[in-house]
């Protein structure tokens, strides 16, 4: 038989399910004109959108393997192009031995997220929608999860487009308006233009504003817990986890490497890291523990300094203590976890110290009996900036936060501009243009390179 994909030489296929073994996995192909393709794995034409059984040949007629072929035919397909779904079973070599049948007859290996480029180059997808695939699928809460999903369907490229919707309006009506300069001002009030725009600066507010909080959703914060040895970190680790995922014992020392945790607040992802204790010593592996203690503290979006409470108690603060805080790195948000409260007979509480050396809160636990320890998840989502939005927030990425920003800072611009109509029509213009960003309406190639390169192969 003819190659099938000789005609088509743009023919992608890759193995959809993750690596290992399983009850079922999928190769997947995308192209133009499979129906042959199709014939040529399992002997005859599959009907379009029908699950069809059948044997998966080599090019000797041999089976390879056995299952459910298939058919999208384009459009009406995740690509746009038809696709072809080859589900086989799971094991490692019978999914390589069909991608390489798949090969074979003239596919090529699918780059990482060409799928679901193809999809959006296709219009089957804008670009937030796109994003929002690999968003559900590195999802690391259920909170993330759902907002992936919303974004998927749609919402949040609705928002964007009906502030573009908007402003294009807007822009309209001032750029008709430059065409009769002696009636500027009183048309302009007449079609209350200011008050629209401060309506448009009000939804890229709101919108920014639940982008933030999805942006918190989708990475969290990297939480490093930095002290002497023996002040209670794993201890305090253990309680934000919930079980003892550290070992805790009396011995200086104990913790020797940094030990990771992620743990879930209001639905936001915090990677705890519990590291070695802070001190001069001449043991080469706790040596080497402390030294990377203070790459993760240069790596960490918030410090916990935690110190024991009998010295905080008495004001007393210890040559080492001091030498650890002056090295801390300026501009990362600390907060002072005064613990061991049990021993020093203190109460739990939240202080505000403008004078303390190790940051402006102090927040007095007992790690060991879990006292204080919401005011440390509380103090977390502060700093976090979270508030509740319900089922509205927005799972950003840093280049939405980035689109929404400037847009925001072009309509700012524009009321500013307001006795000068060309400039007041080019920031409205400068605006659209930065919110197109997101949708993929206004993106560079290099960058759509960048942002599917990150996806999984075979999606």
């Known amino acids: 038989m003819q190659n099938p994909a000789a005609r088509t030489p743009d023919v992608i296929a890759a193995i959809a399910t993750a690596p290992g073994r399983g009850g079922i996995g999928v190769v997947r ?18 009907q379009p959108r ?27 397909s995740f690509t746009g192009e038809d696709v072809l779904e080859l589900q086989g079973h799971g094991g490692p070599v019978v999914m390589q031995m069909l991608l390489a049948r798949c090969l074979e007859l003239g596919a090529r290996l699918a780059e990482p997220g ?3 480029r193809r999809a959006f180059l296709n219009g089957k997808l804008d670009l937030a929608q796109a994003e929002s695939v690999a968003d559900l699928i590195e999802a690391s809460t259920a909170a993330a999860a759902r907002s992936a999903v919303r974004s998927l369907s749609g919402r949040f490229s609705e928002e964007i487009h009906r502030i573009v919707d908007a402003l294009i309006d807007l822009r309209m009506l001032v750029e008709a308006t430059l065409d009769f300069p002696e009636e500027e001002i009183e048309f302009l009030e007449r079609a209350r233009a200011m008050p629209r725009l401060e309506e448009i600066r009000d939804k890229l507010e ?13 990475s969290g914060l990297n939480v490093v817990l930095v002290g002497e040895p023996n002040v209670g970190k794993s201890s305090l680790l253990n309680q ?25 607040i209001e639905g936001i992802p915090l990677h705890i890291i519990d590291t070695a204790g802070l001190r001069e010593t001449a043991d080469t592996v706790e040596r080497i523990g402390i030294e990377r203690t203070w790459r993760e503290i240069e790596r960490a979006d918030v410090i916990l300094r935690l110190v024991d409470a009998s010295a905080a108690a008495t004001d007393t603060t210890p040559e080492a203590s001091e030498s650890i805080d002056a090295r801390l790195p300026r501009g990362v948000e600390r907060i002072t976890v005064v613990n061991k409260i049990d021993l020093a007979g203190l109460a739990a509480g939240r202080i505000e110290e403008p004078g303390e050396p190790g940051g402006r809160i102090r927040l007095q636990v007992s790690a060991k009996r879990g006292t204080g320890i919401d005011l440390v998840r509380a103090e977390l989502l502060r700093i976090a900036g979270w508030h509740a939005h319900g089922e509205d927030v ?22 500013a501009q307001s006795a000068a109509l060309e400039l007041f029509a080019e920031e409205l213009r400068l605006a659209q243009e930065s919110l197109g960003e997101i949708t993929g309406e206004f993106t560079a190639d290099d960058l759509l390179g960048v942002i599917f390169s990150r996806f999984c192969i075979g999606k």
């Open 206 to 218: 709101s919108v920014l504003d639940r982008a933030r909080q999805g942006a918190l959703l989708r």
């Open 394 to 415: 927005i799972l950003a990425r840093e280049r939405h936060l980035h689109a929404l920003r400037a847009a925001l800072a072009h309509v700012e611009s524009a009321a």
């Open 114 to 116: 060409e799928f679901t």
């Open 50 to 76: 029908r699950a069809m059984f059948s044997a998966f040949v080599d090019a000797a007629g041999e089976a390879i393997d056995e299952g459910i072929l298939l058919h999208f035919p384009a459009p009406a």
């Open 29 to 46: 192909v995308s192209g133009a004109s499979l129906s042959e393709f199709a014939a040529a794995l399992c002997g005859r034409v599959p």
């Open 240 to 264: 934000l986890a919930g079980e003892d995922r550290a070992i805790v014992t009396d011995i200086a020392g104990t913790t020797r490497d940094a030990l990771r945790e992620t743990i879930q």
